[in-house]
């Protein structure tokens, strides 16, 4: 079981910056990727970055040059450096942890949630 508590949301201007920190406990030895993810108002979950446990990287289209995740194994934490925030960025971001399965399946813990609002 693997627990996943995200931190750092909160209210910003246009052009501004927030970090983002998700901090996984538990039996955390199975998981390679871990993520973020975020969710506008009446629209779908959204890939935002990943990264692998080797330290490869994923980003959104819509977030490059933007915003740089990175990790940090030995504090099994995840961060989210985000620069240059626009109105389009405001939503709910989800911290993600992938555990390996047998025969390549994989299961999907989230995090709850922290708000990121950004002000025009």
């Known amino acids: 079981q693997v627990t996943l508590v995200e931190s750092g949301g909160g209210l910003v201007q246009q052009g501004g910056s927030l970090r983002l920190a998700c901090k996984a406990s538990?039996?955390?030895?199975?998981?390679?990727?871990m993520g973020w993810y975020r969710q506008a108002p009446e629209k779908q979950r959204e890939l935002v970055a990943t990264?692998?446990?080797?330290?490869?990287?994923n980003y959104a289209d819509s977030v490059k040059g933007r915003f740089t995740i990175s990790r940090d194994n030995a504090e099994k934490k995840v961060y989210l450096q985000m620069n240059s925030l626009k109105p389009e960025d405001t939503a709910v971001y989800y911290c993600?942890?992938?555990?390996?399965?047998?025969?390549?399946?994989?299961?999907?813990?989230w995090g709850q949630g922290t708000q990121v609002t950004v002000s025009s």
């Open positions: 993600n942890a992938e555990e390996a399965l047998k025969f390549g399946a994989t299961f999907d813990y």
């Open positions: 538990g039996t955390i030895s199975s998981i390679d990727t």
């Open positions: 990264i692998t446990n080797g330290g490869s990287t």
